[in-house]
Protein backbone atom coordinates (compact mmCIF):
# COMPACT_ATOMS: atom_id res chain seq x y z
CA UNK A 1 0.00 0.00 0.00
CA UNK A 2 2.89 2.96 1.01
CA UNK A 3 4.35 1.44 -2.50
CA UNK A 4 1.35 2.21 -4.23
CA UNK A 5 1.28 5.52 -2.36
CA UNK A 6 4.66 6.21 -3.27
CA UNK A 7 4.45 5.28 -7.03
CA UNK A 8 1.33 7.77 -7.38
CA UNK A 9 2.58 10.43 -5.90
CA UNK A 10 6.00 10.17 -8.62
CA UNK A 11 3.58 10.16 -11.27
CA UNK A 12 1.70 13.16 -9.70
CA UNK A 13 5.41 15.00 -10.16
CA UNK A 14 5.87 13.89 -13.53
CA UNK A 15 2.11 15.14 -14.61
CA UNK A 16 2.86 18.47 -12.90
CA UNK A 17 6.39 18.83 -14.53
CA UNK A 18 4.54 18.25 -18.13
CA UNK A 19 1.72 20.85 -16.93
CA UNK A 20 4.69 23.77 -16.14
CA UNK A 21 6.84 22.70 -19.19
CA UNK A 22 3.45 23.08 -21.45
CA UNK A 23 2.58 26.23 -19.98
CA UNK A 24 6.15 27.70 -21.17
CA UNK A 25 8.32 27.27 -18.15
CA UNK A 26 11.49 25.59 -18.72
CA UNK A 27 12.36 26.63 -14.96
CA UNK A 28 12.05 22.72 -12.98
CA UNK A 29 13.12 19.42 -13.30
CA UNK A 30 12.22 16.06 -11.36
CA UNK A 31 14.44 14.97 -8.05
CA UNK A 32 16.15 11.50 -8.98
CA UNK A 33 15.85 8.75 -6.11
CA UNK A 34 17.66 5.70 -5.69
CA UNK A 35 15.16 3.48 -6.59
CA UNK A 36 15.51 0.96 -10.21
CA UNK A 37 11.97 0.85 -11.63
CA UNK A 38 10.30 2.14 -14.66
CA UNK A 39 9.12 5.35 -13.26
CA UNK A 40 12.75 5.99 -12.13
CA UNK A 41 14.09 5.98 -15.85
CA UNK A 42 11.13 7.89 -17.27
CA UNK A 43 11.75 10.46 -14.49
CA UNK A 44 15.26 10.66 -16.30
CA UNK A 45 13.92 10.78 -19.46
CA UNK A 46 11.85 13.46 -18.58
CA UNK A 47 14.59 15.77 -16.99
CA UNK A 48 16.95 14.81 -19.89
CA UNK A 49 14.42 15.92 -22.69
CA UNK A 50 13.09 18.69 -20.99
CA UNK A 51 17.13 20.38 -20.20
CA UNK A 52 17.63 19.62 -24.30
CA UNK A 53 14.61 20.90 -25.37
CA UNK A 54 15.37 24.22 -23.25
CA UNK A 55 19.05 24.66 -24.24
CA UNK A 56 17.38 24.02 -27.96
CA UNK A 57 15.27 26.61 -27.81
CA UNK A 58 16.81 29.28 -26.05
CA UNK A 59 19.90 28.74 -27.52
CA UNK A 60 19.36 28.19 -31.02
CA UNK A 61 17.39 31.15 -31.78
CA UNK A 62 13.56 29.79 -31.42
CA UNK A 63 12.75 31.46 -28.59
CA UNK A 64 12.48 35.77 -29.31
CA UNK A 65 13.60 37.16 -26.41
CA UNK A 66 12.60 40.60 -26.91
CA UNK A 67 8.92 40.03 -27.81
CA UNK A 68 8.01 35.99 -25.90
CA UNK A 69 10.51 36.01 -23.20
CA UNK A 70 11.97 37.78 -21.19
CA UNK A 71 15.19 37.68 -18.02
CA UNK A 72 12.67 37.80 -15.00
CA UNK A 73 13.57 38.20 -11.21
CA UNK A 74 11.77 34.98 -10.11
CA UNK A 75 13.11 35.17 -6.63
CA UNK A 76 14.43 37.71 -4.26
CA UNK A 77 14.93 36.60 -0.75
CA UNK A 78 16.89 39.02 2.47
CA UNK A 79 18.20 37.01 4.54
CA UNK A 80 19.81 37.59 8.42
CA UNK A 81 23.36 36.77 8.71
CA UNK A 82 22.45 33.16 10.53
CA UNK A 83 20.53 32.54 7.55
CA UNK A 84 16.94 33.16 8.10
CA UNK A 85 14.78 34.54 5.81
CA UNK A 86 13.10 37.99 7.00
CA UNK A 87 11.64 39.22 3.28
CA UNK A 88 11.16 37.72 -0.12
CA UNK A 89 9.14 38.76 -2.56
CA UNK A 90 5.74 37.37 -3.51
CA UNK A 91 6.77 35.58 -6.98
CA UNK A 92 8.37 32.72 -4.73
CA UNK A 93 5.28 31.71 -3.21
CA UNK A 94 4.33 31.52 -7.08
CA UNK A 95 7.55 29.25 -7.51
CA UNK A 96 8.01 26.68 -4.76
CA UNK A 97 4.23 26.96 -3.91
CA UNK A 98 4.58 27.48 -0.10
CA UNK A 99 2.43 30.01 1.85
CA UNK A 100 3.68 33.10 4.11
CA UNK A 101 3.94 31.61 7.10
CA UNK A 102 6.08 28.59 5.81
CA UNK A 103 8.63 31.10 4.61
CA UNK A 104 9.36 34.36 6.86
CA UNK A 105 11.45 33.24 9.98
CA UNK A 106 12.42 29.67 8.60
CA UNK A 107 16.38 29.09 7.68
CA UNK A 108 16.92 29.38 3.94
CA UNK A 109 18.36 25.89 3.27
CA UNK A 110 15.49 24.57 4.73
CA UNK A 111 14.12 24.78 0.70
CA UNK A 112 17.09 23.48 -0.54
CA UNK A 113 18.61 19.98 -1.56
CA UNK A 114 20.53 18.59 0.38
CA UNK A 115 23.94 19.49 -2.28
CA UNK A 116 22.75 22.77 -2.45
CA UNK A 117 22.63 23.47 1.52
CA UNK A 118 26.15 22.20 1.68
CA UNK A 119 27.26 24.98 -1.28
CA UNK A 120 25.07 26.95 0.49
CA UNK A 121 26.71 26.76 3.76
CA UNK A 122 29.74 27.23 2.48
CA UNK A 123 28.92 30.09 0.52
CA UNK A 124 27.29 31.83 3.66
CA UNK A 125 30.19 31.43 5.56
CA UNK A 126 32.48 33.15 3.07
CA UNK A 127 29.74 36.08 2.94
CA UNK A 128 29.47 36.44 7.01
CA UNK A 129 33.59 36.20 7.24
CA UNK A 130 34.42 38.92 4.72
CA UNK A 131 35.75 42.30 5.69
CA UNK A 132 34.15 44.20 2.95
CA UNK A 133 30.83 46.17 3.45
CA UNK A 134 29.35 45.10 -0.15
CA UNK A 135 30.32 41.60 -1.46
CA UNK A 136 28.62 39.60 -3.82
CA UNK A 137 28.85 36.07 -5.71
CA UNK A 138 27.57 34.05 -8.08
CA UNK A 139 26.59 30.20 -7.00
CA UNK A 140 23.76 27.67 -8.54
CA UNK A 141 20.98 26.76 -6.24
CA UNK A 142 18.33 23.95 -6.05
CA UNK A 143 15.27 24.25 -4.66
CA UNK A 144 12.40 21.74 -3.52
CA UNK A 145 9.05 23.11 -4.02
CA UNK A 146 5.81 22.28 -1.70
CA UNK A 147 5.47 19.58 -5.03
CA UNK A 148 8.86 17.86 -4.25
CA UNK A 149 9.75 19.81 -7.73
CA UNK A 150 13.82 20.69 -8.04
CA UNK A 151 14.01 24.21 -9.09
CA UNK A 152 17.52 24.82 -10.12
CA UNK A 153 18.68 28.75 -10.87
CA UNK A 154 21.49 30.47 -10.83
CA UNK A 155 21.47 32.94 -8.01
CA UNK A 156 23.37 36.06 -7.03
CA UNK A 157 24.26 36.29 -3.30
CA UNK A 158 25.00 39.60 -1.95
CA UNK A 159 26.14 40.86 1.19
CA UNK A 160 25.03 44.45 2.29
CA UNK A 161 25.47 46.47 5.27
CA UNK A 162 22.05 47.54 6.60
CA UNK A 163 23.01 50.60 8.39
CA UNK A 164 19.15 51.65 9.23
CA UNK A 165 19.08 48.59 11.11
CA UNK A 166 22.63 48.31 12.23
CA UNK A 167 22.61 44.70 10.91
CA UNK A 168 24.25 43.01 8.14
CA UNK A 169 21.74 41.21 5.42
CA UNK A 170 22.36 38.54 2.79
CA UNK A 171 19.82 39.49 -0.41
CA UNK A 172 19.55 36.19 -2.63
CA UNK A 173 18.37 37.25 -6.07
CA UNK A 174 17.41 34.23 -9.25
CA UNK A 175 16.84 35.61 -12.62
CA UNK A 176 15.42 33.07 -15.48
CA UNK A 177 14.56 33.19 -18.20
CA UNK A 178 10.81 32.69 -18.52
CA UNK A 179 7.40 33.48 -20.53
CA UNK A 180 6.33 37.14 -20.80
CA UNK A 181 2.71 36.14 -19.68
CA UNK A 182 3.78 36.41 -16.27
CA UNK A 183 3.62 40.30 -15.44
CA UNK A 184 5.92 41.69 -12.89
CA UNK A 185 3.71 43.74 -9.66
CA UNK A 186 4.74 47.38 -8.73
CA UNK A 187 6.13 47.97 -5.60
CA UNK A 188 3.55 50.61 -4.63
CA UNK A 189 0.86 52.64 -7.28
CA UNK A 190 3.54 52.04 -10.64
CA UNK A 191 6.62 52.77 -8.11
CA UNK A 192 9.16 49.93 -8.07
CA UNK A 193 12.08 48.15 -9.69
CA UNK A 194 10.97 46.72 -13.33
CA UNK A 195 11.09 42.85 -13.29
CA UNK A 196 12.30 42.66 -16.63
CA UNK A 197 16.05 43.29 -17.14
CA UNK A 198 16.43 45.40 -20.45
CA UNK A 199 13.52 44.91 -22.47
CA UNK A 200 15.19 44.91 -26.45
CA UNK A 201 12.70 47.75 -28.70
CA UNK A 202 10.91 46.25 -31.21
CA UNK A 203 13.06 45.94 -34.29
CA UNK A 204 11.47 45.88 -37.95
CA UNK A 205 14.68 44.33 -39.18
CA UNK A 206 15.02 40.95 -39.06
CA UNK A 207 17.56 39.85 -36.41
CA UNK A 208 20.65 38.47 -37.31
CA UNK A 209 20.93 34.44 -36.34
CA UNK A 210 23.71 32.83 -35.50
CA UNK A 211 24.18 28.52 -35.12
CA UNK A 212 25.98 28.63 -31.89
CA UNK A 213 28.20 25.57 -30.73
CA UNK A 214 27.67 24.94 -27.15
CA UNK A 215 31.48 25.89 -26.98
CA UNK A 216 30.53 29.32 -28.57
CA UNK A 217 27.81 29.58 -25.65
CA UNK A 218 29.81 28.78 -23.24
CA UNK A 219 32.38 31.56 -23.61
CA UNK A 220 29.66 34.24 -24.36
CA UNK A 221 28.45 32.83 -21.13
CA UNK A 222 31.78 33.55 -19.66
CA UNK A 223 31.58 37.62 -20.80
CA UNK A 224 28.32 37.49 -19.47
CA UNK A 225 29.80 36.39 -15.89
CA UNK A 226 32.74 38.74 -16.23
CA UNK A 227 30.35 41.39 -16.93
CA UNK A 228 28.37 41.03 -13.89
CA UNK A 229 31.23 40.20 -11.46
CA UNK A 230 33.17 43.51 -12.72
CA UNK A 231 29.99 46.09 -12.64
CA UNK A 232 31.96 48.86 -11.30
CA UNK A 233 34.98 48.89 -14.16
CA UNK A 234 35.21 50.06 -17.06
CA UNK A 235 34.22 47.48 -20.10
CA UNK A 236 36.79 46.49 -22.80
CA UNK A 237 35.86 47.08 -26.14
CA UNK A 238 34.21 44.30 -27.28
CA UNK A 239 36.85 43.05 -29.98
CA UNK A 240 39.57 43.40 -26.36
CA UNK A 241 36.68 41.52 -24.36
CA UNK A 242 35.74 38.76 -27.39
CA UNK A 243 39.63 37.49 -27.65
CA UNK A 244 39.81 37.95 -23.96
CA UNK A 245 36.82 35.22 -23.96
CA UNK A 246 38.61 32.78 -27.26
CA UNK A 247 36.17 34.14 -29.63
CA UNK A 248 35.38 36.93 -32.49
CA UNK A 249 33.91 40.50 -32.14
CA UNK A 250 31.17 39.20 -34.52
CA UNK A 251 30.08 36.38 -32.68
CA UNK A 252 29.88 38.22 -28.90
CA UNK A 253 28.44 40.98 -30.57
CA UNK A 254 25.36 39.44 -32.55
CA UNK A 255 25.30 35.82 -30.17
CA UNK A 256 25.48 37.62 -27.37
CA UNK A 257 22.44 39.62 -28.36
CA UNK A 258 21.13 36.08 -29.71
CA UNK A 259 21.45 34.84 -26.18
CA UNK A 260 19.97 37.47 -23.80
CA UNK A 261 18.12 39.82 -26.20
CA UNK A 262 19.86 42.51 -25.74
CA UNK A 263 23.69 44.16 -26.67
CA UNK A 264 26.28 43.84 -24.53
CA UNK A 265 26.23 47.58 -23.59
CA UNK A 266 22.64 47.83 -22.52
CA UNK A 267 23.21 44.57 -20.39
CA UNK A 268 25.87 46.21 -18.97
CA UNK A 269 23.82 49.21 -18.05
CA UNK A 270 20.94 47.35 -17.01
CA UNK A 271 22.81 45.32 -15.12
CA UNK A 272 24.31 48.07 -13.03
CA UNK A 273 21.21 49.59 -12.43
CA UNK A 274 19.55 46.28 -11.14
CA UNK A 275 22.36 46.51 -8.64
CA UNK A 276 21.97 49.96 -7.72
CA UNK A 277 18.13 49.23 -7.21
CA UNK A 278 18.68 46.79 -4.50
CA UNK A 279 21.27 49.33 -2.72
CA UNK A 280 18.92 51.70 -2.96
CA UNK A 281 15.95 49.82 -1.32
CA UNK A 282 17.72 47.52 0.57
CA UNK A 283 20.56 49.99 2.12
CA UNK A 284 21.36 53.60 3.42
CA UNK A 285 24.67 53.89 1.04
CA UNK A 286 24.38 57.33 -0.34
CA UNK A 287 23.15 58.24 -3.97
CA UNK A 288 26.37 58.53 -4.57
CA UNK A 289 28.49 55.65 -3.18
CA UNK A 290 25.82 53.31 -5.11
CA UNK A 291 26.72 55.33 -8.50
CA UNK A 292 30.46 55.28 -7.66
CA UNK A 293 30.14 50.98 -6.51
CA UNK A 294 28.11 50.44 -9.58
CA UNK A 295 30.17 51.96 -12.36
CA UNK A 296 28.45 55.18 -13.04
CA UNK A 297 31.02 58.50 -13.77
CA UNK A 298 29.45 60.59 -11.41
CA UNK A 299 26.04 60.76 -9.66
CA UNK A 300 24.40 63.02 -11.85
CA UNK A 301 24.56 60.88 -14.36
CA UNK A 302 23.61 58.07 -12.84
CA UNK A 303 20.44 59.60 -11.80
CA UNK A 304 20.18 60.81 -15.54
CA UNK A 305 20.34 56.67 -16.63
CA UNK A 306 17.94 55.81 -13.94
CA UNK A 307 15.58 57.78 -14.50
CA UNK A 308 15.61 57.14 -18.23
CA UNK A 309 14.80 53.88 -17.47
CA UNK A 310 12.66 53.19 -14.67
CA UNK A 311 10.94 56.80 -14.53
CA UNK A 312 11.65 58.46 -11.44
CA UNK A 313 14.70 59.25 -9.98
CA UNK A 314 16.77 57.72 -7.27
CA UNK A 315 16.09 59.51 -4.49
CA UNK A 316 12.70 59.13 -5.29
CA UNK A 317 13.08 55.69 -5.13
CA UNK A 318 14.97 55.65 -1.36
CA UNK A 319 11.97 58.01 -0.58
CA UNK A 320 9.41 55.16 -1.49
CA UNK A 321 11.13 52.29 0.12
CA UNK A 322 11.82 54.21 3.29
CA UNK A 323 8.14 55.30 4.10
CA UNK A 324 7.21 51.23 3.02
CA UNK A 325 9.76 50.34 5.90
CA UNK A 326 7.45 52.30 8.36
Not at 83 to 111: C, H, Y
Not at 238 to 251: D, P, Q, R, S, V
Request: aromatic fraction near 10%; glycine fraction near 4%.
Amino acid sequence: MNEDKTNKERIEQIHTMLMEFASGNFAYKLERSNLDDDIEALTALVNMTFEEIKDSFLHQGYANQSETYKHLIQMFFVLDVEGTIVAFNSRIKQMLFFDDNELQGNPFSTFLTQNSKLAWNDLKSKLVSTNLDAYEEFIMLSFKTKQNLILTTNCLASLFNDRTNKSERIVITSIEIIKNRIERENLNSGMGISETAGEAPNNSKKNKQLNLSFSDIRKIRNVHNHIVNNLDKQLSPLIELAHTFGTNEYKLKYGFKQLYGQTVFRFLIDERLRKASILIQHTDTSIKEVAHVTGFVSAPHFSKVFKEKYGFTPRDLRKQSNRNLK
